[in-house]
């Protein structure tokens, strides 16, 4: 029998060979960011115009359909990804496929982005005779605006860049990620300028735990009935205490005779005060409460008491109705538990 032939070790890199390739990433980086930075300062009005173009298309109900070849059509896929997800109707179509059937996703009134650093694909320019054949508009995004698919379609924006990032610069590199950064851009801009908001995104992504986070709602996740401590407007500082450690929480709200919010009272400010004010159990509640509270309505979503912790640096907040009315609270330990943080 042969004996069988001994795996190759392979030697493990040197300290000086890693800090070579450590030097070599960052100088790739510092490429693509050169990149970016010359395509950020060519964009200009056809950037706006495209704007206009696609906010006029959905408003009708069209759609944008994202064409490109090669690593252009992963690009693509990204960017009508985006699109879709921030409420811009968005698909993609592979050209090779578009001649055998998938040109029945386009329709009179949609928006073809068409992805060619070159302007000269031949599958996108044999594409754009046949697309003609429907009331579409043509926006390209090329690194050339002389070529054929610029002059070919109706507006062109310029993702040119000095050179690939590819030391033969060969491989879309750079090219790549300045187009999937002028179509980030676009996304964007269309989201503020169609007034797309959180409740819209969260509607878009129900699933995983940005779903999660995104549709719940604070009456989702806030403490209700005994586990909510309020005392009224006049009560001593020790009856909050009891409250606090009947309901098994770290606040107390102070409410007026209709159950409205006039303050609210921490373990924080106990700890804080006691010192200085050995008879502080014994003062009136409106003596130290924190006076107009921040708070939260119960309609509210989950992820804007998260955003209200971190603005405000706080750990509790009291939940109330349209009429201010003391309905629950929420405590920033449940938050982990709720898969909200």
Same mark, same amino acid.
């Given at each position: ?5 001994? /795996? ?11 800090? +070579? ?50 690593? $252009?059509?992963?690009?693509? +896929? ?29 329709? !009179? ?6 992805? !060619? ?12 005779? =046949? ?18 698919? #610029? ?12 050179? +690939? ?6 491989? /879309? ?7 999937? #950064? ?36 604070? @009456? ?9 401590? @309020?005392?009224? @407007? ?8 009891? #409250?606090?450690?009947? !309901? ?8 007026? !005779? ?11 400010? =106990? ?8 008879? =502080?159990? =014994? $003062? ?27 603005? &405000? $640096? ?9 009429? &201010? ?17």
């Amino acid at each position: 029998m042969k004996a069988k032939p001994s /795996p190759r070790i392979q030697p493990k890199p040197r300290p000086s060979d890693t800090a +070579e390739f450590v030097k070599r990433g960052r100088k790739i980086i510092d490429m693509e960011i050169e990149g970016l930075q010359k395509v950020r300062a060519n964009l200009n009005a056809g950037f706006s115009q495209a704007v206009e173009t696609i906010i006029t298309a959905t408003r009708n109900g069209r759609k944008v359909v994202v064409t490109g070849v090669g690593k $252009n059509l992963h690009i693509g +896929e990204k960017i009508s990804a985006t699109l879709a997800s921030t409420g811009t109707t968005s698909v993609t179509l592979n050209p090779t496929q578009a001649i055998h059937g998938d040109l029945g996703i386009l329709a !009179s009134g949609d928006v073809l982005l068409a992805l !060619s650093y070159s302007g000269e694909s031949e599958e996108i320019i044999n594409l754009i005779p =046949l697309v003609r054949r429907f009331d579409v508009t043509i926006i390209a995004l090329t690194g050339n605006l002389k070529s054929a698919l #610029a002059r070919l379609s109706d507006m062109a924006i310029s993702v040119a860049v000095d050179r +690939e990032a590819c030391p033969f610069n060969m491989a /879309p590199t750079t090219s790549t990620t300045a187009t999937l #950064a002028v179509g980030d851009a676009l996304a964007m801009v269309l989201l503020q300028a169609r007034g797309f908001k959180l409740e819209d995104y969260a509607k878009l992504h129900p699933g995983g735990s940005i779903g999660r986070t995104l549709l719940m709602k604070v @009456s989702d996740i806030m403490r209700r009935d005994d586990r909510v401590a @309020s005392v009224p @407007s006049g009560a001593l500082v020790k009856d909050a205490i009891l #409250a606090m450690t009947r !309901s098994r929480t770290g606040m107390a709200g102070i409410v007026d !005779s209709r159950n409205k919010v006039l303050g609210i009272f921490t373990d924080g400010d =106990l700890r804080r005060r006691l010192p200085q004010q050995p008879d =502080l159990l =014994l $003062n009136t509640i409106d003596a130290v409460m924190t006076r107009n509270p921040i708070t939260v309505k119960r309609d509210d979503l989950a992820v804007e008491v998260l955003r209200i912790f971190e603005k &405000h $640096n706080i750990d509790d907040l009291l939940v109330v109705d349209a009429a &201010h009315h003391l309905v629950g609270a929420v405590d920033i330990q449940d938050l982990p538990k709720l898969k909200i943080m």
